[in-house]
């Protein structure tokens, strides 16, 4: 059964560090796109970063550029979203997804992304 499960969210003071994974399950992640999603409470669902597993090749929302980072570890079927310098604003439910085919980098676009795991809560609040 193919099966994202993302952790890592939590509270953390304006200004702090979050570390999210993403583990894939029941495929090999190599040759996928895999995007990392968000959604605050009444706005829609938004393009957060995505990284293309076979070149590392990655994209980021340009509210994140120089914040966040993301990652893949292929031998832990793994994927890292490192967000830095954390503000109110970035508060939502974070999720990762697969993109709809392999071998295909996906632009960061949700409707092009069909799997998608049940997302971790991060909030940002002093």
């Known amino acids: 059964q193919v099966q994202l499960v993302e952790s890592g969210g939590g509270l953390v003071q304006p200004g702090g560090s979050l570390r999210l994974s993403c583990v894939a399950s029941g495929f090999t992640l190599e040759y996928w796109s895999i995007g990392w999603f968000r959604q605050a409470p009444g706005k829609e669902r938004e393009g957060v970063s995505s990284?293309?597993?076979?070149?590392?090749?990655?994209i980021y929302a340009d509210s994140v550029k120089g914040r966040f980072t993301i990652s893949r570890d292929n031998a832990k079927n793994t994927v890292h979203l490192q967000m830095n310098s954390l503000k109110p604003e970035d508060t939502a439910v974070y999720y990762c997804?697969?993109?709809?085919?392999?071998?295909?980098?996906?632009?960061?676009?949700?409707?092009?992304?069909?799997?998608w795991g049940q997302g971790t809560q991060v909030t940002v609040s002093s």
């Open positions: 997804a697969r993109g709809r085919s392999p071998r295909f980098k996906y632009p960061l676009r949700d409707a092009l992304y069909s799997t």
């Open positions: 990284i293309y597993t076979s070149d590392g090749s990655t």
